[in-house]
């Protein structure tokens, strides 16, 4: 298993919510930012998280492959961001 889902599961994050985050990351990165914040994740476990993503960024695209998501929407996402900076 994905250790960012592993994760998230020991926080207790519901599948339905772990679905639901990184589905919108594939479609809008900043709203998950949004679905992150109502999670409920205690700041030193959110740090810890985003330590992971930091140092093993493929891990977003295992876990998006992992749930059965689209990680070319993730690529054009950035690509959006890129943009409208």
């Known amino acids: ?11 207790n994050v ?6 639901e ?5 594939t479609e809008n990165p900043l709203m998950a930012m949004a679905v992150i914040g ?3 994740i205690p700041s030193e476990k959110l740090q810890e998280i985003m330590g ?8 977003i695209q295992e876990a ?3 749930l ?7 690529e054009a996402a950035k690509e ?3 943009e409208g900076l």
């Not at 992971?52 to 891990?59: A, D, E, G, R, W």
């Not at 059965?68 to 993730?74: M, N, Q, R, T």
């Open 64 to 66: 998006v492959e992992e």
């Open 14 to 19: 519901s599948e339905e919510k772990i679905n």
């Open 38 to 40: 109502q999670l409920g």
């Open 21 to 25: 985050l990184f589905q919108a990351l």
């Open 52 to 59: 992971i993503v930091m140092t093993q960024p493929n891990l």
């Open 68 to 74: 059965g998501l689209d990680f070319s929407k993730v």
């Open 1 to 11: 298993m994905n250790p960012i889902i592993q994760m998230l599961k020991e926080l």
């Open 80 to 82: 959006k961001l890129k």
